[in-house]
């Protein structure tokens, strides 16, 4: 099994930034896959931001440019650092971790962690 903890949500101005943190323990390997997906009000849970264990990066475009992801094995920690932070950003975050062979949605998951920008 694998756990999931993010932290770093919270109500920020737009323009401003956050950093998110995902910290996974449990039965880890350095060839999964982590993600960033975020879930607005209304909305169905949408793939912000990929990284493969290659350190290949892949956005979805609205935050291309404003949002990076990045990972430190020794820690277990995925990041997602978000700048120039939007209305539109809103969203419930969530960290998602999967093997190479489970498809994208699968995997384990964390338990969500509200950004909420103000205009």
């Known amino acids: 099994q694998v756990r999931l903890v993010e932290s770093g949500g919270g109500l920020v101005q737009a323009g401003g930034s956050l950093r998110l943190s995902c910290v996974a323990s449990?039965?880890?390997?350095?060839?999964?896959?982590m993600s960033w997906y975020r879930q607005a009000p209304g909305k169905q849970r949408e793939l912000v931001a990929v990284i493969f264990s290659g350190g290949v990066t892949n956005y979805e475009d609205s935050v291309k440019g404003r949002f990076t992801i990045s990972g430190d094995n020794d820690k277990n920690t995925v990041y997602l650092q978000m700048n120039s932070l939007k209305p539109e950003d809103t969203a419930v975050y969530y960290c998602n971790r999967r093997n190479r062979f489970t498809a994208e949605g699968g995997g384990s998951w964390g338990q969500g962690t509200q950004v909420t920008v103000s205009s």
């Open positions: 449990g039965s880890i390997f350095r060839a999964d896959i």
